[in-house]
């Protein structure tokens, strides 16, 4: 049960974002630019991140909407499955695998990243902007998954919620025109 007030309709962070649209606008408007904005990484790289931050950070309604939207971005839910059981044998390009690696660091503190992580990504090809932005989107879902779980948002157990909602994403973090009134059980 949250600690405050939320609409029942709105579970994890939707329901917060409704709460304070004030300070949701800049939330939105950062996390569409990274994880749909123009990009070297694909939209379905961006959300493994956001996966493997989540997933580490056990917060499930995190970690089950961003598995959920890379498995409908990438097609196929191997990959989400086998990046939380063993990094290292994932189905994803050795670049990838050091994104991620610098993800996982990240997820453990800021200072957890070293020059050798880097370095190792750089080798694989990845290049400053991606490492950029592999930092600043595990550092901003470590923020998400402690604003969750912080309030003690709901976390639906349907997996059919989180289908819905990974096609929602998938299209972007911007706040539906109409708002969300459409979503309550009558």
Do not use: W
Request: with cysteine; net charge neutral; hydrophobic share 35%.
């Amino acid at each position: 049960m949250p600690y405050i007030p939320l609409e029942e309709h709105l579970p994890g962070i939707t329901g917060l974002l409704e709460y304070r649209k004030d300070t949701a606008e800049p939330i939105r408007a950062l996390t569409q630019t990274l994880l749909r904005g123009p990009s070297t990484l694909s939209p379905g790289e961006r959300e493994l991140i956001a996966t493997i931050v989540s997933h580490r950070n056990e917060c499930r309604f995190c970690s089950t909407a961003h598995t959920a939207a890379a498995d409908l971005l990438l097609g196929e839910c191997e990959t989400t499955e086998q990046i939380k059981k063993d990094l290292s044998s994932a189905p994803v390009s050795a670049k990838m695998k050091a994104l991620l690696t610098i993800a996982a660091h990240v997820q453990k503190s800021g200072k957890a990243v070293t020059t050798e992580s880097v370095e190792k990504a750089k080798a694989a090809g990845a290049t400053d902007l991606e490492i950029h932005d592999t930092v600043l989107i595990a550092a901003l879902f470590c923020l998400y998954n402690r604003y969750v779980d912080g309030l003690s948002t709901v976390a639906p157990t349907d997996p059919n919620f989180y289908k819905g909602l990974a096609e929602r994403i998938a299209v972007g973090y911007n706040r539906l025109p109409q708002g969300y009134d459409h979503l309550k059980k009558h």
